[in-house]
């Protein structure tokens, strides 16, 4: 295969899982810059070597689009496609990330069992709030489980915003830090 | 993932080169590309993502022009919000080498 059909070829294959016209497009702008090199009286091996490492350009340029698409539409599956792309180029500390990921996983879990007893707990009262026999009567336990299921939906809802807000500012780590990543040099090294 | 600081520092004023360049006048990203592999030494692939992402935040906007080279020229045009990114990035760079600088100093 030519250089230039295995680095088209190779990118193309980088790019799986990329709407397709995004695709039909990269690889028109890097044919493209083929045809001018080629005009330019170069040879495809290097014009190859001076583009650098395609599947290296597809990682950078699949982590932009996943990036968009999670500040388009913030949920937890485009968080988990920010991440997945994240571990692929490497831009987050591995390390950092196996202690900071199991910790954040289990205050996630407390968080959402603290929400789920609160409001288990106060639907409880509500329910049977009479025949409990609490101390203050059933006035005060009928407004201690009102209290419980409030607190339970705004601990709910300042989680969901807490999260929302790492995500943002995950990206935006992210970009800065791919940035400033090993992109291409003339030797196409990547570490 | 240590690189030479030379590399870190080209990857951080590439965006302001590019925006630099478009200012000057419209170009294609074949151009854009070469002319800074020969000015700060940067691989000519980079470019391409960068592009991508300039227009997908609206900092230029491309179109084609018939080429006699062969298939037709995607020329990218700097827009107005490109233009007021670029004076951003320059007073920062500015004041970024200033500081520097003044730290730095002068070879005796």
């Known amino acids: ?191 | 993932m240590t690189e030479p600081i030379d590399i870190q520092l080209k990857k951080g004023v590439l965006e302001l080169c590019v925006l630099e360049l478009l200012s000057q006048e419209d170009g294609y990203a074949y151009e854009i590309a070469s002319r800074l592999a020969d000015a700060i030494g940067m691989g000519e692939g980079t470019v391409y993502p960068l592009m991508r992402r300039l227009h997908v935040e609206g900092l230029v906007e491309t179109y084609f022009v018939e080429s006699s080279a062969g298939p037709s020229r995607k020329y990218y045009r700097i827009t107005r919000s490109g233009r007021a990114e670029l004076t951003r990035e320059r007073n920062a760079w500015h004041a970024f080498t200033r500081a520097v600088n003044g730290i730095v100093g002068g070879r005796k």
């Open chain 1, 1 to 191: 295969m030519s250089a230039r059909a295995e680095f088209l070829t190779t990118l193309r294959a980088g790019l799986r899982g990329v709407p397709t016209d995004a695709i039909d497009e990269i690889v028109a702008d890097y044919s493209a810059h083929f045809a001018e090199g080629e005009a330019a009286n170069r040879n495809d091996a290097d014009i190859a070597a001076a583009l650098g490492d395609p599947l290296a350009l597809a990682d950078e340029l699949r982590m932009e689009l996943r990036i968009k698409s999670f500040e388009a539409a913030p949920s937890t599956r485009t968080a988990v496609r920010v991440l997945a792309g994240t571990l692929a180029i490497g831009a987050l500390n591995t390390v950092l990330l196996c202690i900071a990921g199991p910790l954040l996983a289990l205050l996630s879990l407390a968080v959402a069992i603290t929400i789920l007893v609160c409001a288990a707990t106060g639907v409880w009262f509500l329910y049977s709030g009479a025949s409990l026999d609490l101390p203050g009567g059933t006035g005060v336990t009928v407004l201690a489980g009102l209290g419980l299921i409030s607190a339970a939906v705004s601990l709910a809802a300042f989680f969901a915003l807490a999260a929302r807000a790492a995500g943002f500012g995950m990206a935006r780590y992210i970009r800065l830090r791919y940035r400033l990543l090993p992109r291409i040099s003339s030797s196409g090294a990547q570490t």
